[in-house]
């Protein structure tokens, strides 16, 4: 048995996991595809910067239409999207029109008001494979004007045996040129052999991991995709042993220190701001999608009374 099937094996077998926080998504539904939901957790909103993670894939989409996700409006965060198989386009109310490809990163800065449609290109592969993430701006700078960066290329460098694509933020002194407004990283790691291998991470910063294929040994905890690993600060390094063809998705930041709000598409901090968002997107002030062939979304009912910020 090889060192690595050895601590493959132990982690796979040992009930309690390393230092991290090991929990589960819980299934959700983008129209016809179904998606491992991460992040947020009912007790952790946000890890760093970045409040939400969905996973789906890899999906077959050769007989459906594919992902199909109407115009809907966002508020006070950014949306990342991040494809391992497929092509998706998306269209906003600023007018960018973009089809992103494996590799590439779409990134919207939502601010103070943007809507926007994704959907799988007419003509897909048979294939879907990505990852859908939200970063909240911090309270200084939520109310930016909104804006649309697409990133056919991005840096990538290896580390720990890995080769990393930095998606946002830097790791180990590589930066993306993805805007953000926290300090944080965001990259994609891939092993490209049977690796073990060792990532440096900034003792300031909390940190997730996630799974997009294969699966690994992380700090010493067994994962796979659909489970999400939590590392509070004070990390130096991140031990990761994986298989050859292994992807994840390496996350974090500095803590946003801020207790969130978030409801359907909007990450605010009171009930009155989601009332009022909800009130301008019943309103169309939002500003029209044009090209998707398809109403938009309709907000759910909303009852602010329940609405409260957390951690
Ligand atoms: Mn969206």
Known sequence: MSRLDAEVEAAESTPSPGAGELTSARPAQLGDLAVRRLLPLRHR???????????????????GPGMQVPPHPHIGLQTLTWLFEGEVIHRDSLGSEKVIRPGQLNLMTAG???????????????????????????????????????????????VGGFQATVLAGSLAGVASPARSWSELVGAELEAV??????????PTHEHGVVLAQGHAVVA?????????????????????SARTTTRLLLF????LGEPLLMWWNFVARTGEEIAQAVADWNAGRFGPVAGYPGPPLA?????????????
């Open 220 to 240: 010493g905890t067994f994962l796979q995709p659909g489970r999400l690993l939590y590392l509070g600060p004070g990390r130096e390094v991140l031990p990761i």
């Open 112 to 158: 103070k008001g943007v809507a926007h449609s994704e959907q799988s290109v007419r003509h897909h592969g048979p294939r879907l494979h990505g990852l859908q993430l939200w970063v909240a701006l911090p309270d200084h700078s939520r109310r930016v004007d909104p804006s649309f960066q697409h990133l056919p290329e991005l840096p990538r460098t290896e």
């Open 45 to 63: 909103r946000s890890i760093g910067g970045w409040c939400f993670v969905d996973h789906y894939g890899p999906a077959s989409v050769d007989a």
């Open 252 to 255: 974090g930041g500095q803590p």
């Open 299 to 311: 907000a759910p009912a909303l009852d602010p009374v329940r609405l409260v910020a957390r951690f």
């Open 193 to 202: 052999g049977d690796t073990m291998g060792e990532i440096p991470l900034l």
